[in-house]
Structures are given as C-alpha cells and as structure tokens.
C-alpha cells in the first residue's frame, strides 16, 4: 500500500475494512459460518482526510484523520460503530466522529507519537492507523469488522539543535562553575558518572546556556516534571523542570537527538550465586566478579556453567537489589543457551567468559579466550596464537603458550574491542589468580623463556612451570 501523505486536500486512497463472515442470518454467532470470498465480505470504506504530513508546529488543535465513505456487502440501511483508532497497532489514540469523520486531539497524538518511537526528533513518521469497528444491521445484528492499516505521516515539533559539550547543573552546585562536563559518546550521547551523599536535584546545561561566569536559564534542560525520578524519561526544553536522583553511585546519559534521558546506579561490586553456589545461604557463595577498569558498573568473570544451572546477581555478597533474567539484555555470543523468565538458566555446558555491565542490565557471553601479552610472548598485540588452551571439564586448568623470553608476566582476556587489554588484565600473586580490576598498575611478576602458566579459574590459583 503506497504511503498516504497528508494535507494536499485530495482523496489519495480508499481503505477497506474487510469482515470474516458474509452470512447476515446470524452476525451474533458469526464462527457458525465459514470466511467468505474477500469480495463478498462487508467492507467499510473509509478514506485518509489530510495528504500531506501532519506538521505538529502549524497543525490546528485538532486533526481529521479518516472519514466514512460507505459499507459494502451489508443490507441496505447497516450503519457503523468505530470502537478503538489504535497507532500502529498497539497504542490507543482517543477520537470522535463527527458527520462521519474521524477526530483526534494534536497534542494526544502527539503524545502517542513520542511514545510509539521513543523520540522527540524532528523527522516524519509514517504511521500505521488501524480501526476496531463493528456494521450494525437495521435489526440490530452486529458483525466485528477487522482493519488493514493507514499510513499517514507526522512531523513532531523542531528542538533546539544537538551541540558540542553538555554538563549537569545541580550536582556540584548551580552556578556555571560547578557544572559537571558530560563525556561525548558519539551521535549526539553524552554521559556522566557521579556520586552524591542525599537526594539531588539536577538539570542539563547546553554549552551555549554559559556565557562567561553566568547562566541562561532559558537555555537550561529538564524535565516536564519537578523532582522526576524516573529511570528513563523524556527531555524538554519548554518549561523545564529538575530530576532528582537519590544518594550513591550514578551514570546519567542523554541522547540529545532524540530527547531521551536515563539514570542508573552504578554498582562498585557484582557478585553471582545460584544453583551451583548453594543460593548464597548460610553454606552457600556469593562468586564476585571483577570490575573493567575505567568501565564504572562494568564486571567479568570466568566461570564453568553446567547445563540447567541456575543463578543470579546481586550488587553485594547477599540478598537485595538482585536481578535475573528478566532484567537483563542478554547477547549469547558463545552459544551457552541462557535464557530464563527469574533466574537465568544454562543451555550448553561449558567454559564461558561473562561481561555484565550492571548499569544497564546487559549481559554478554564470549569465548573463554585468556591471552599471552608482552615481553614473554614477544609481541604486545592481541594474537590468537597466544590463546591458552581451554579444559574441558570445571576443574581443569587453562594452559599458555610457552613463553618465548624473559619478561614481566602479562595475561588478559580481551573480549570487547572498546575495552583496553589492560583493563581486564591478571597475573600470579604467591600461587593465587591476582585481578587488576579498577585498582592501579600490579606489582610485576618475571618470568623465563620455555615456561607455561597454568590457570584453575575454578579455585582461583595459578603457578609457572
């Protein structure tokens, strides 16, 4: 069906509404009767109104979107009742009917837009109109008529343009002095990690809202409602009104293209236990997992997962603030089958590498790959030649490749290419796995040439040879 565009004031397409049943003895009880030839089935036709693009910025307070032009099929006298005008077939828009015509609010349309696509950006939407609707003979029978869709195009009102730096006021304080730089993550995202000891109220600062030492709070961004604490929300810029985050550790990022904010806390430890771990009870474990350097809320482990294993996360060794399955993002990289609709649950038996990133709820599987770097594997890249060797049961050990010199000791995994080698790097301390994770450069560990390191990820222990 070609797109119906709006507003030109020309007819552009004709939508029939086709029912199951062309038998009109008995419409109460339609399933009696078997679905007729499309040709003989009661049709309503309706045509678009507007042919070109509603613009939100000129539209009026109302809009006609369809209009009544006959039924089809039905005995002479059968009128129409509309029941439910949804946007692409899932989201209710309020209407009326008036003279046969179909109504709506701009503004509540405007509302099931942004929140159909998420977005606040100015750019034409085609929207896919659909109809609930019933044909009502002169005797009173009815017969539900099923819709094919409408497009029409919608235009939401021009924001202010993306620029090049954005900061947070309130954090620090409200003065231009105190506002807190966001770091640009590309296409128009910008982020912010910050920590506050109560509740904190808080706005978004574009650069060109600071002139000098002062602010143009016209200029200042925020939310449609004071004290906001959603976890995600739009962005406005008419009226603005602060967020308000409460005490801890917190990652704000905004996407200036589409308007759209979220706020997450960001856990400074991760611990998993389920099945395998006894439950994290009294004779159970809580497994930590060890932080990616300079990735606040970011954590990796090792680890031997059996199929119809269970387990969870939990920001601390125990029980509060945990999450599974259903919170979770989860990207199987390495096939180990998770899934889960509360705990998630093992598929494929296996040695798995897994990268959660706490703050927004992703958890990815990779290869169980453990690298060789540096001096004792004579290059400082990333090589699949220097890929330990993987056991095949949970008590195995990870074996290196021999080393080919003399040097400090340097072992990563290296699953993610934005992720440095030595922010997921370890070595050997007194015979124990030793983890880098967000703390500073290791005390160094030597090695020789035609040594092996031998890794039990299992009991965290580890030795030269």
Known sequence: ???????????????????????????????????????????????????????????????????????????????????????????????????????????????????????RQRTERTLALTVDAAVVTPAGAALAVTTAPVEAGYLQ???????????????????????????????????????????????????????????????????????????????????AQAFKVGAGKSKVTIDMTNWRYSIRAVSEELYLTGSAYGWGGESGVWKQLTPVHSHD??????????????????????????????ALTIVDHANAGLGGTGNITVGKSGWYLLYVDATAKVLETFEPNVYLIGNCAGMWTIEPENIFTVPADKDGEFVSPTFVADGELRVCVHPKADVDWWQMEFIITDGKIDYRGAGPDQARVNAGAGQNLYLNFTDGTGYLK
Not at 38 to 48: F, G, R, T
Not at 306 to 321: D, S, V, Y
């Open 157 to 239: 009102v021009t924001p202010p343009a993306t620029e090049s730096a954005y900061y947070l006021l309130g954090i620090n304080g409200w003065t231009a002095a105190d506002a807190l730089a966001m770091t640009d993550k590309g296409n128009g995202v910008f982020e912010a990690t910050f920590e506050v000891a109560a509740d904190t109220w808080f706005k978004i600062l574009p650069q060109s809202g600071i002139n000098g030492t002062d602010i143009d709070w016209a200029s200042v961004w925020g939310s449609n409602v004071d004290g906001d604490t959603s976890a995600d929300a739009f962005i406005t810029w008419m009226g």
């Open 1 to 119: 069906m070609k797109k119906i565009a709006l507003y030109t004031g020309a007819l552009l397409t004709t939508l029939a509404f086709s029912a199951c049943d062309e038998d009109f003895t008995d419409w109460a009880n339609p399933q009696g009767y078997p679905q007729g030839d499309d040709a003989q089935a009661v049709q309503i036709q309706l045509s678009a109104v507007p042919t070109a693009a509603i613009d939100r910025e000129t539209a009026a307070d109302t809009v006609d979107l369809l209009r009544f032009d006959g039924i089809t099929n039905a005995p002479e006298g059968s009128t129409v009742t509309y029941n439910k005008l949804y946007v692409e077939g899932t989201h209710a828009l309020p209407f009326t009917v008036e003279d046969g015509t179909i109504r709506v609010v701009t503004t509540q349309l405007d509302s099931v837009v942004e929140n159909i696509f998420l977005s």
């Open 297 to 326: 809320g970011q954590f990796w482990t090792m680890i031997y997962l059996t199929e119809g294993e269970e387990f969870k996360f939990a920001p601390q060794a125990g029980w509060g603030g945990d999450f599974g399955a259903e």
